[in-house]
């Protein structure tokens, strides 16, 4: 599929052009997700048994411990190769100079792994093999509830094409460009890893040793969670706008009516007698969401940023803050979702 279509989605008519096409894409996006989630905890489980006193000091892994670093290690890899369609689309959109959260979250997860490399050579802590699978786990997993809501608006729109009803549709962006929050999120983890890698040099340290220390704290400030941040808030509200009377066909349509309430009529079909002050309330209570949601996901890793001055930071507290942070995204979403229906599947 091209760089275009998986920016973005043009509905023409209920027919929908390159359905079999679009179908295809939506199934190997599910099956990414799935394989990329299932290895990301296998990864985290392989890691944990490394966490322990007796097998973290440096120098003192046993055979069985370097078994799991080196498992891990390939199991990583397997996971980049899976989601290696993540990092063509990161540079396309950074040739454009379009830098947005998936793209933050490449690049860390990247750094994770390329920063973990020496470690695994020399069987040295910390690795941060884990932080990298499952930041490229999150990250896909939000595309793969992106899909899934343009794929249910897609049916909808086939079951309305015997009651003669067929909508046209504007173009709808599946991910807004224009993301400040990662761009400066972005520039402030760039400008502190630069200063960890300048203290480390004060401190008598090698260059190399520095360069390390350096993406290991971009791999400790990378927001993992960042890829199910917005995805999260635009299911329960696509949702929550179909039981009051909305059709919608991405998230992003929230997010545009929610900063301007006259393109109700372009990005929401309107079904019955729904009401435009419901839709309007709907959409600013989203945006609050995702604000909140990225508020979680930072907030958790800046608070962690401090402790690279003093060396690299061991894996587990990345990834235990990725765990409260996806808890706190649960808690904060609740808000948007109707009392028993419960969450949709995301690999619907």
């Not at 440096?58 to 055979?63: A, L, P, Q």
């Not at 400030?221 to 299911?235: D, F, K, N, Q």
């Amino acid at each position: 599929m091209a760089a275009e279509q998986r920016a973005g989605i043009t509905y023409q008519s209920a027919g929908l052009a390159h359905e079999a096409q679009q179908q295809i894409a939506d199934r190997v996006l599910q099956r990414r997700a799935m394989g990329s989630m299932l290895l990301a905890m296998l990864v985290m489980l392989l890691g944990l048994p490394l966490h322990l006193p007796s097998l973290s000091a440096h120098g003192d892994h046993s055979g069985a411990a370097r078994l799991l670093v080196w498992l891990s290690a390939l199991l990583t890899l397997w996971t980049l190769w899976i989601t290696r369609h993540v990092f063509g689309n990161a540079w396309l959109r950074l040739r454009r100079r379009d830098f947005g959260a998936a793209e933050l979250v490449s690049v860390c997860a990247l750094a994770a792994f390329v920063a973990s490399l020496p470690a695994l050579l020399v069987h040295r802590t910390p690795m941060y093999f884990d932080v990298s699978a499952m930041a490229l786990a999150w990250l896909v997993a939000g595309e793969a509830q992106t899909s899934a809501i343009q794929r249910r608006f897609v049916s909808a729109c086939e079951q309305l094409v015997p009651l003669r009803f067929q909508p046209q549709m504007v173009s709808v962006p599946a991910v807004p460009r224009g993301d400040r929050t990662a761009r400066w999120l972005g520039l402030t983890i760039l400008v502190f890893s630069i200063s960890v890698v300048s203290v480390q040099i004060l401190r008598g340290g090698s260059g190399m040793s520095a360069l390390l220390a350096g993406l290991s704290a971009v791999a400790v400030g990378c927001p993992c969670t960042l890829g199910i941040a917005r995805s999260s808030a635009w299911e329960a509200g696509v949702e929550r706008a179909a039981v009051l009377g909305w059709l919608l066909p991405s998230g992003a349509a929230l997010g545009q009516i929610a900063a301007d309430p006259q393109l109700v009529k372009e990005y929401a079909l309107k079904l019955g007698a729904a009401d435009h002050a419901a839709l309007m309330a709907l959409a600013q209570l989203v945006e609050r969401t995702i604000r909140w949601n990225y508020l979680s996901a930072i907030g958790l890793n800046l608070a962690l940023l401090p402790l690279a001055l003093f060396g690299p930071p061991p894996s587990l507290l990345p990834a235990a803050t990725m765990v409260l942070a996806r808890l706190l995204i649960a808690w904060t979403t609740r808000t948007l979702r109707l009392p028993g229906s419960g969450t949709i599947a995301m690999m619907r």
